[in-house]
């Protein structure tokens, strides 16, 4: 296990290196080009900051912290203030061990995506990630508007050996949903992950039929615990952040799963989601095999995204 987390600690750490080299070098400069803390050291690195696509709210709840520290540590000199700005951002992305509370309990996982952003192949992922803790699980292939979802759940549950309730192309997503609560009542089932639809330029589409198959589930499964994840792309940024946004509009959110973080010049993003929507980040993932999926840790993520390989 922890030769597998090193693993994907350096998979990260090469995955965000883009981006680790447009916030870090620009950082570099700031911190080696003033000799005083004044507004201008404070402006440079909120500016570099924000370039780094994390956030205008993240940046400023990052820079007033930073402030704080450097006022109450009586700090003069522009080079220690890297230590406090990176724990600074750990401080601003903690998700805390209640974030995985579903785990442990019998519950059912609404798994909410657009298109193309890997949402199946997270749930895939998540479904073997859980087994692989001894948890029963049953997937519900409750995207039936696209005609390949069925096709590529089908071949992730058989390689994380799990179960899977489909319904044929069209069907109504919700009597898929009600054959799978069945199915996993009637098993004995840990968790049930349910992989959705996710028609955003439709939103009232979208709104009708979650309301529908949450309908199902509290009427049908009300002890269940209930956690609804969305899964953005993270090679797209401020865009990731809106669709996060609407996808907030039509569903409870309770965590975010960021998919495609290998290669993109954008990870700030997943400091500015959690901070802008108070919706923790609780996956990251980083290709396209089955362990390329894990729970998002701070300061593996912090530490992948400010210093080299060899920090760590």
């Not at 489909?166 to 009542?185: H, I, L, M, Y």
């Not at 615990?225 to 309770?254: P, S």
Request: hydrophobic letters at 40%; proline letters at 2%; a negative charge.
């Amino acid at each position: 296990m922890a030769e597998e987390k090193k693993g994907f600690f350096r998979r990260l750490a090469d995955g965000l290196a883009k981006t680790r080299n447009n916030i870090v070098s620009g950082m570099d400069a700031i911190f080696n080009g003033f000799s005083d803390i004044d507004d201008d050291f404070y402006d440079e690195i909120e500016e570099t900051l924000v370039m780094g696509d994390i956030g205008i709210n993240a940046t400023t709840a990052i820079i007033d912290n930073l402030k704080q520290k450097v006022k109450e540590q009586h700090i003069k000199d522009p080079h220690e203030c890297k230590e406090l700005l990176i724990n600074s951002i750990k401080e601003q992305m903690q998700v805390g061990e209640t974030a995985y509370e579903f785990e442990h309990r019998t519950s059912v996982v609404l798994v909410i995506g657009v298109n193309g952003v890997g949402k199946t192949t997270s749930v895939g992922k998540l479904a073997g990630k859980l087994k692989e803790q001894g948890r029963k699980v049953i997937l519900a292939a409750a995207d039936t508007f696209r005609a390949a979802a069925g096709e590529q759940l089908t071949e992730w549950a058989n390689r994380a050996g799990v179960e899977i309730i489909g319904g044929s192309e069209g069907a109504d997503p919700a009597s898929v949903v009600f054959d799978a609560v069945s199915a996993a009542k009637a098993r004995k089932a840990d968790v049930l992950l349910i992989d959705t639809a996710g028609r955003l330029h439709n939103k009232k589409n979208l709104m009708e039929e979650l309301k529908k198959i949450n309908r199902i589930i509290e009427r049908e499964y009300p002890d269940a615990y209930r956690e609804t994840l969305v899964v953005l792309d993270g090679t797209t940024g401020q865009n990731a952040l809106e669709q996060a946004r609407q996808f907030g509009e039509v569903a409870d959110l309770t965590g975010i799963i960021l998919t495609k973080l290998d290669g993109t010049a954008k990870g700030g993003i997943a400091v500015a989601i959690q901070s802008e929507l108070n919706v923790p980040v609780k996956y990251i993932g980083v290709g396209e095999h089955i362990d390329d999926l894990q729970k998002f840790d701070a300061d593996t993520f912090v530490n992948a995204l400010f210093l080299p390989s060899s920090e760590n």
